[in-house]
């Protein structure tokens, strides 16, 4: 596996993999990576020829209140993991590299709709930033495949809207959430929580869970469902952010009789703010 800092190299080491008629897979992170990162990675190399993963923590989606200067950067760990997994090629640039004219003067790419509430209504800019980083290193990679994990599902829906509307000729891959044996998501966050607080976390899948099995019964009364599910993480010792159901393709508010849908949460553990969601359809 090689590791390139620039465009440039970028760019040259995906021509000579297309000049040999390779298909060309991209797996963007910020890094700290952990097993969900790497079963991306594997699910490329089992449906693309090269492999290129990404490591930039992108300062254009973190408020001013969040945690930039202390996310974890664990480059020689990562690269270990990534070869392992089956990557070719490690894109790691620079603030610099990506925004040579300064974030203030950088063209933004926003997406309506999808980005709007949930996540995007608790950190007003995040997913301004992450859709014009992602749309600058689908530029950059020009990749015929992009693999994301569903654990961040607004985020994949943003993508997707992304690549949607700009006619981008890549195929979007949500890959299904890793989980722990007790249930919770993985994250690179999970290693801020106190061992009191990392027994704790799992009740936030499990009040998801809960939703989801009330609705799949036929419990139509969403906002009942909702306000036993936030009292039980509040009880629980969580500081909730958001829980919601909704329509799974636009992220809009569910009604009764939708099919397709997602429950989403967000609550804080102490300091640490975890996110992670449940993909349901129910049967007609």
């Known amino acids: 596996m090689n590791t390139v800092k620039t465009v440039r190299e970028l760019r040259a080491a995906v021509a000579r993999a297309r000049s040999e008629g390779k298909r060309i ?4 992170t910020m ?17 693309a020829d090269f492999v290129v993963a990404s490591i930039f923590v992108n300062p254009l989606q973190f408020g001013p209140n969040e945690d930039l200067a202390t996310y974890p950067r664990t480059l020689a760990a990562d690269q270990e993991k990534l070869l392992q997994a089956g990557c070719h090629l490690l894109f790691t640039p620079t603030v610099e590299e990506m925004y040579p004219h300064g974030m203030a003067d950088q063209t933004i ?32 990679a020009q990749p015929d495949i992009a693999i994301f994990g ?7 829906a943003v993508v997707n809207a992304l690549v ?18 007790d249930g919770l998501a993985l994250s690179s966050r999970n290693g801020y929580l106190t061992e009191a607080q990392r027994a704790t976390a799992p009740t936030l899948y499990r009040v998801l869970k ?7 019964a036929g419990e139509q009364d969403h906002e009942r469902l909702l306000a036993d599910g936030k009292k039980a993480l ?51």
């Open 109 to 140: 790419v926003r997406v309506p709709v999808v980005s709007e509430g949930l996540c995007g209504g608790s950190r007003p800019g995040h997913f301004d930033g992450v859709s014009t980083v992602v749309s600058k290193l689908f530029n950059m």
């Open 150 to 156: 569903q654990k961040d599902f607004q985020q994949l």
């Open 210 to 216: 809960q939703i989801g099995d009330a609705l799949l």
């Open 25 to 28: 897979a991209l797996v963007p």
């Open 234 to 284: 509040e009880d629980a010792g969580f500081r909730l952010d958001y829980l919601e159901i909704r329509q799974a393709v636009t992220l809009r508010p569910a009604a009764a009789e939708d099919q397709d849908l997602v429950v989403l949460g967000a609550a804080f553990l102490g300091k640490t703010r975890l996110i992670d969601n449940l993909h349901l359809s129910k049967v007609p």
């Open 164 to 181: 949607r509307d700009l006619n981008m000729p890549i195929q979007i891959i949500g890959e299904p959430t890793v989980r722990a044996a």
């Open 31 to 47: 890094g700290n990576l952990h097993s969900g990162h790497t079963a991306l990675v594997t699910k490329a190399a089992q449906r």
